[in-house]
T-cell receptor, first 113, second 114 residues
Framework: GNSVTQMEGPVTLSEEAFLTINCTYTATGYPSLFWYVQYPGEGLQLLLKATKADDKGSNKGFEATYRKETTSFHLEKGSVQVSDSAVYFCALSDSGGYQKVTFGTGTKLQVIP | NAGVTQTPKFQVLKTGQSMTLQCAQDMNHNSMYWYRQDPGMGLRLIYYSASEGTTDKGEVPNGYNVSRLNKREFSLRLESAAPSQTSVYFC?????????????FGPGTRLTVL
């Protein structure tokens, strides 16, 4: 079956540091890949997505590139802010009828001033 | 647009009690989902409804039932709550089948079973 593996946290960074959160996946077919973000006390919301190999998703300074050869979708940001503190989930959606989404376990990011 | 709404936000139950978690979406989405979120385990799918009138089991359906009341509403029922069902429950919706696979989440219900 499908699976998503992402680096365990928590990750603690100083403001303006470079962020990488690793994500690899196992899937049959050609899934869509996502990063969702969960701020404290809230539900998940889509951060970015990519639907085919070599696509780059980007939003709010975050980027991730769909790498089919390495089955990876690592999240990066050049300069994090305190407001980026949240839990980040990597996920994939298969091409089945109702588009079941498989989530990783989440990586907590804490950015300190 | 309110998006996806859930009630209640918090609930404490005693073992054996029953309750229903309510979810509604105003985006005219066909598909709706119930997840539970537990520390270190990410989100696990409990039940889903691909379209109005259909429901199917997800990864962890035992101890739960669902009702897709209409296109907007999808409820989750715990008939006899157990401490293992202490969790945060999220409802989500998507326009799966219409070319959009992004899921939109509600704010969650934090449930404690004593």
């Amino acid at each position: 079956g499908n699976s998503v593996t992402q680096m365990e946290g928590p990750v603690t960074l100083s403001e303006e540091a470079f962020l990488t959160i690793n994500c690899t996946y196992t899937a049959t077919g050609y899934p869509s890949l996502f990063w969702y973000v969960q701020y404290p006390g809230e539900g998940l919301q889509l951060l970015l997505k990519a639907t085919k190999a070599d696509d780059k998703g980007s939003n709010k300074g975050f980027e991730a590139t769909y790498r089919k050869e390495t089955t990876s979708f690592h999240l990066e940001k050049g300069s994090v802010q305190v407001s980026d503190s949240a839990v980040y989930f990597c996920a994939l959606s298969d091409s089945g009828g109702y588009q079941k989404v498989t989530f990783g376990t989440g990586t907590k990011l804490q950015v300190i001033p | 647009n309110a998006g996806v709404t859930q009630t209640p936000k918090f609930q404490v139950l005693k073992t054996g009690q029953s309750m229903t978690l309510q979810c509604a979406q105003d985006m005219n989405h066909n598909s709706m989902y119930w997840y539970r979120q537990d520390p270190g385990m990410g989100l696990r799918l409990i039940y889903y409804s691909a379209s109005e009138g259909t429901t199917d089991k997800g990864e962890v359906p035992n101890g739960y039932n669902v009702s897709r009341l209409n296109k907007r509403e999808f409820s989750l029922r715990l008939e006899s709550a157990a401490p293992s069902q202490t969790s945060v429950y999220f409802c989500a919706s998507s326009d799966a089948g219409q070319g959009s696979d992004t899921q939109y989440f509600g704010p969650g219900t934090r449930l404690t079973v004593l």
